[in-house]
């Protein structure tokens, strides 16, 4: 059990095509809308039901592009209409979470908000509703925070954050200063970091209250900031569609953690919450075998019934109506859907996208 946070809201962007997780990820059923874990929820629904103890249905607003908004809308029933917020085209992070915000700000000035992915598996939802509490209270006192995961391995796929001293917060005991952000490091890299201890993962989970984010975008990325404010004066207007036609083609398109975390960070502006959630990002077949339950070894998402495994390991995936059987190799990913089968290991689940672009060079845009 947990208590709503007073003026907290949560936005989800729900975006991207999970290529590495192809062919079962595809751009018209990217992996949010997925059950990947066996939970009988889709990974947006799990996203929901994590911060619903924290809102309440009327806090949260999910920015999707327009072709998911149906499936969105069938997949959270509660989700109020106003706070679905659907991009003509993908513009990256700072675009839809910054327009969320701008219009989330044209409602409730002075929100805190806080920013989500839709995709993600995260397992200690006691430790996230913990963490979250400290990092709204922090962004009150108007610090950019975000929350850092306590690396398990030394991972390659996921940046990293330098955490600094202790800021000693009322509210937020755990918070500290964000020395720097690191880009992906080599595996040497990564081994030094969670080696010395003072590094986290960086899961892109960013809280501040509106005004606060704004002036951010204003200053490092000033154009973009006038296009998303324009869109969010227009967005609850009769006019929100002749805006949006207008002026969205012509957002930047960058990433958040480039327009407002890393200069902010260099600033002295980013406050970290360090914690320990079990999070993954699910960003590659062998990280889903890894998360999967149960101690076979090799894993299955979907009906176990439809796999024969003989003396093998990793992870596989039927399609509903045959068998897939796997005998005597190790480390193997093997996806079998309709229209398309994938067999690759381990070592080679970060380059799947590689299939995805070489389809797309092929002209297979219907298997993409």
């Not at 607003?61 to 149906?70: E, P, Q, S, Y």
Request: glycine share 8%.
């Amino acid at each position: 059990m947990s208590t709503v946070l007073p003026g907290f809201h949560a936005i989800v962007p729900a975006g991207g095509a999970g290529t590495r997780l192809w062919p079962l990820s595809r751009q018209a059923r990217p992996k949010f809308l997925l059950d990947l874990t066996g939970s009988g929820r889709t990974l947006l629904q799990q996203t929901w039901d994590r911060l619903l103890p924290l809102t309440g249905a009327s806090g949260i607003t999910v920015v999707t592009g327009a072709a998911h908004a149906d499936a969105v809308t069938e997949q959270l029933p509660e989700l109020a209409a106003q706070n679905l917020l659907a991009e003509p085209t993908p513009r990256d992070s700072a675009a839809a979470i910054c327009l969320a915000a701008a219009v989330i700000a044209q409602r409730t000035p002075d929100a805190v908000i806080g920013s989500f992915a839709a995709d993600h598996v995260i397992r200690n939802e006691e430790g996230f509703r913990a963490a979250v509490a400290e990092a709204v209270a922090a962004a009150q006192l108007g610090e950019i925070v975000t929350l850092g995961i306590e690396p398990d391995h030394p991972s390659t796929a996921f940046g990293y954050i330098k955490v600094g001293e202790g800021l000693e917060l009322a509210g937020a005991p755990s918070a500290c200063r964000v020395e720097r952000f690191e880009e992906k490091p080599d595996a040497d890299t990564a081994a030094a970091y969670v080696h010395e201890g003072g590094y986290r993962w960086n899961a892109g989970m960013f809280v501040a209250r509106t005004d606060v984010l704004l002036a951010e975008l204003q200053r490092n990325r000033p154009e973009l900031h006038a296009g998303v404010q324009a869109i969010a004066a227009a967005w609850d207007t009769p006019e929100r569609d002749e805006v949006l036609a207008a002026r969205w083609p012509e957002l930047e398109k960058v990433a958040i953690d480039y327009a407002i975390a890393e200069p902010a960070a260099e600033a002295g502006r980013v406050a970290v919450v360090p914690a320990a959630l079990g999070w993954d990002d699910i960003g590659d077949w062998a990280s889903l075998a890894a998360l999967l339950p149960g101690d076979a070894a090799l894993k299955v998402v979907g009906d176990a019934a439809q796999v024969l495994d003989v003396d093998s390991s990793g992870i596989a995936v039927p399609a509903a109506d045959r068998l897939v059987a796997v005998l005597g190799l190790k480390d193997v990913v093997v996806i079998d859907t309709p229209s398309a089968v994938l067999v690759t290991t381990r070592e080679w689940a970060q380059d799947v996208k590689k299939v995805v672009e070489t389809l797309s060079e092929l002209g297979r845009h219907d298997l993409r």
